[in-house]
């Protein structure tokens, strides 16, 4: 369903995991969504029971399930921060001929020019704040052939992105697409949904609220899309070039004030607009 309501074809996928604690219960929710216009789209999640981090069979596990899905001719490409590295899960992606973009850390080791193993950022000391640092050498990231890309960030830390498209002349910019699935959680955790006030600990009653969630932010996304469509308005940008106002804080407000009409007014024609937002072609919004 949320597929098919944005019309996505071919698409990159981005991973992340975010968790937090009820009192003695660990919540971690392991989630897979599509780059989409400056916010993740979410499709598969799974509940962790366990704080730490994802291993490479449940990193394969949701990927698949997209696969299964969408076939692999939908998946351009997958980007994910460092936290998701590791050599049976750079070679599952490889073998299996799917193009990723992944941030690497600064201490993974590669052979330099002499064959020595040196921590990679031997490598990158001379990269600066102008540039964005293409390696000449194709070098070996945890058991796998990549092309590594670097930058400085504001704090002038060293941002490295490796890719197994070893030809790319500019993984950098696809990683940078990975900051969408972060605004998705925002959304989720703090915009509107609240998900971390909830008092649920079992996981299966977690993964059911956060797919109301996932519905609901998808609804208010969609309405966001159209409204400013119909009456684009002046975002201003902030430093990182983002909107201040996202498509989704749009959508939301104007999806209140619609079932504020509805609800308290019992406006019927309000409500068959609102419900046509969870289609691929909705109805003209006449509130707002």
């Known amino acids: 369903m949320i597929y098919r309501l944005f019309g996505l074809g071919k698409v990159t996928l981005t991973i992340d995991r975010s968790n937090w604690k009820w009192g003695k219960s660990n919540l971690n929710i392991f989630m897979l969504g599509v780059v989409y216009k400056g916010i993740a789209i979410p499709l598969y999640w799974q509940m962790l029971d366990k704080r730490g981090n994802t291993n490479h069979l ?33 070679n599952w992606l490889t073998n299996n001929h799917i193009p990723f973009a992944i941030r690497i850390k600064k201490n993974s080791k590669v052979k ?21 640092y293409r390696h000449g050498r194709i070098l070996t990231v945890d058991g796998c052939l990549v092309r590594v890309f670097a930058k400085r960030d504001k704090d002038y ?6 890719t197994n498209q070893l030809e790319t002349v500019d993984a950098m910019t696809s990683y940078a697409k990975r900051w969408e699935i972060e605004t998705l959680f925002a959304c989720l955790k703090g915009r509107g949904f609240n998900l971390e006030d909830t008092h649920l600990t079992h996981l299966d009653r977690v993964s059911k609220l956060v797919a109301v969630n996932a519905l609901a932010f998808c609804w208010a996304y969609h309405v966001g899309i159209y409204k400013d469509k119909d009456k684009p308005l002046k975002r201003k940008l902030k430093s990182n070039a983002r909107p201040q106002a996202s498509l989704f804080a749009l959508g939301l407000d104007v999806l209140i004030e619609g079932l504020h009409l509805v609800f308290f007014n019992n406006d019927k024609t309000v ?16 509130w707002g």
């Open 112 to 132: 330099n020019h002499h064959g020595k193993l040196v921590q990679i950022k031997e490598l990158l000391r001379h990269v600066s704040h102008q540039e964005t």
């Open 157 to 162: 830390g060293l941002v490295i992105v490796a």
């Open 271 to 286: 409500f068959r607009q609102l419900v046509s937002f969870l289609t691929p072609k909705p109805m003209k919004i006449g």
């Open 58 to 90: 449940e990193r394969c596990e949701l990927i698949e399930r997209f696969i299964k899905q969408f076939g692999k001719d939908n998946l351009e490409m997958i980007v994910a921060d460092r936290e998701f590295v590791g050599e049976k899960w750079f």
